[in-house]
């Protein structure tokens, strides 16, 4: 079973960066799409950033282009969210995701078949 691990959310003031870490228990066909995801109170999961373990392009959601920068330590089999410019909207839970090779950089939460258990952002005025 694939396990998905997410690290280093917490409360943070507007302004400020955060880094999340995302440990995976495989690099594999089925896991070399990830992603990250987040889900505000009250609000459907909405996508934040794509990459693969493979290389290539990232993928980014409009509203965190330019502040967020997805990346990964292959060695390490862990990828990172490096949040800088925090902004209150940016307050939610975010979810690590893995999908199969096949997807592409997929913004599509239905492609992803992994996931983990979530870290809550806080981002206070």
């Known amino acids: 079973q694939v396990q998905l691990v997410e690290s280093g959310g917490g409360l943070v003031q507007a302004g400020g960066s955060l880094r999340l870490a995302c440990a995976a228990s495989?690099?594999?066909?089925?896991?070399?799409?990830m992603a990250w995801f987040r889900q505000a109170p009250g609000k459907e999961r909405e996508f934040v950033a794509a990459?693969?373990?493979?290389?290539?392009?990232?993928f980014y959601s409009d509203s965190v282009k330019g502040r967020f920068t997805f990346s990964s330590d292959n060695t390490k089999s862990t990828v990172f969210l490096q949040m800088a410019s925090l902004e209150q909207q940016d307050t939610a839970r975010y979810y690590c995701?893995?999908?199969?090779?096949?997807?592409?950089?997929?913004?599509?939460?239905?492609?992803?078949?992994?996931w983990g258990q979530g870290t809550q952002v806080t981002v206070s005025s």
């Open positions: 495989e690099r594999t066909d089925r896991t070399d799409t």
């Open positions: 990459s693969r373990w493979s290389g290539g392009s990232v």
């Open positions: 995701a893995a999908g199969p090779r096949r997807i592409g950089i997929s913004s599509n939460e239905r492609h992803y078949n992994y």
